[in-house]
């Protein structure tokens, strides 16, 4: 697959809330995902995909998804961008609020290599 399929069909799987089977099918063993702030205690990168299926995991236990918007993707050379946006339940305070954030992956041989997520944290999530 070239960026721009990589890209069709990372946004297919999230508009679908099926992140995990994106990450099995699409992601690199050795994927480097990058946040933009880490959580308390925690770090920003992640290295390697069992990293990144285990930061799903947790995203997962913090965090009920009602809805995903995913827009794009928008493909430049070997990286392309997506634009998120997620209606969610903070599942410790049941706090409904929204999430958006910018995403950018690179691909390397049809696989995604690096993600880096850009986003204002909310407080006290």
Known sequence: MNTREVGEKLVELCRSKQSHQAMETLYDPRIVSVEAVADPGGKRETRGLEGC???????????????VVAEGPFPHDD??????KYAVTFRPTG????LDEVAVYTVRDGKIVREEFFYVPSPGA
């Not at 706090?95 to 929204?98: D, F, G």
């Open 53 to 67: 299926l285990a930061k799903g995991k947790e995203f997962d236990a913090r965090f009920e998804v009602h809805d």
């Open 79 to 84: 990286r392309f961008a997506v634009f998120f």
């Open 95 to 98: 706090q409904k609020s929204s």
